[in-house]
């Protein structure tokens, strides 16, 4: 039986591309002598950007900083949740410091979207989240840690936004994301790949997933699973024909979009675009106080 469609996933937050570079390495598609080529770049990422409007979403855009050459990937700039009808944002305390001074331009930005600012991680509290680690599934947030984010900023995040938050540790160097791993596609489908997570994680995942797309890790580092979900249509850079043929079977359609310029900072799809409709006691319940559940 087919799930019912993802609520969420028709509103998002994008960063143009303007000033994209390799600048350092802070993941494995990170090459100094591989730069992107910034007009290929731009046209990639606008051609991306009209599929998801022609497609019927909406999206918003925040002009990258030129100090921020990996601003374009908004899906880590922050979690962004309505709560009691209220615009919620918990920002992201990145890992590695090249990418924090992100921040100062977008909490403004969402504060103009009608999204109120709270914080992971400054003034020594709360430990690092990245917001690419983060996805509504079933009961709760289903969240990565390891390579970004850490369990004391997902325990921050549980008490933040008052949900349960179901966390999978991540090991595999490649999928250093949860959405590199991990896409929700309906109310009881995603596409996962146990290769990124711990024996517990990988078993937790499975579990969580009453219909899972099991990828290989092969599979998986196409970046299949950096996918954006519109309704029925996935949105997404790759997809090996085994993939291509499950969705379809399930009544899926699946528009490909080149971002390979983009796939030289480590991101694809999903990573240049942050959702801005997840509703709290729609797309997961609330929980009073916040719960982390880490599997052991």
């Not at 802070?26 to 080529?37: F, K, R």
């Not at 990245?130 to 509504?136: I, L």
């Not at 490909?256 to 480590?266: F, I, Q, R």
Request: charged share 20%; aromatic share 6%; glycine share 10%.
């Amino acid at each position: 039986m087919a799930g019912q469609q993802l609520q969420w996933g028709r509103h998002y937050g994008a960063v143009r591309p303007d000033h994209f570079r390799v600048a350092y390495s802070i993941n494995p598609y990170m090459h100094l002598d591989v730069q992107p080529d910034s007009v290929r770049s731009r046209q990639q990422w606008e051609t991306m950007v009209a599929t998801l409007e022609r497609l019927g979403a909406t999206v918003e855009v925040l002009a990258q900083r030129p100090d921020a050459p990996d601003m374009v990937y908004a899906m880590n700039l922050g979690l962004a949740v309505t709560v009691a009808g209220q615009g919620r944002v918990v920002m992201s305390h990145m890992r590695h410091h090249q990418r924090r001074m992100e921040q100062l331009s977008a909490a403004p930005w969402f504060a103009s979207l009608g999204f109120a600012a709270s914080w992971v991680g400054r003034d020594g509290v709360g430990g690092h989240l990245e917001a690419g680690d983060v996805f509504p599934f079933g009961d709760a947030l289903v969240a990565g840690y390891g390579p970004r984010s850490d369990e004391l900023g997902l325990k921050a995040l549980a008490v933040e936004l008052g949900v349960r938050v179901r966390a999978l540790k991540i090991v595999h160097p490649a999928m250093y994301h949860l959405d590199l791993a991990f896409c929700p596609l309906d109310s009881t489908r995603a596409m996962v790949c146990p290769g990124a997570f711990d024996s517990a994680g990988a078993r937790a995942v499975l579990d969580l997933v009453p219909d899972p797309l099991v990828l290989t890790e092969a599979e998986a580092l196409t970046m299949c699973a950096n996918s954006v979900v519109i309704g029925r249509t996935v949105v997404m850079p790759a997809c090996p024909d085994r993939v291509r043929a499950r969705l379809e079977s399930w009544g899926f359609e699946v528009v490909l979009v080149d971002v390979a310029e983009l796939h030289k900072g480590g991101g694809s799809v999903r990573c240049l675009t942050n959702p801005l409709d997840i509703v709290v006691g729609r797309d997961l319940p609330s929980v009073p106080g916040g719960l982390l559940v880490v599997p052991s």
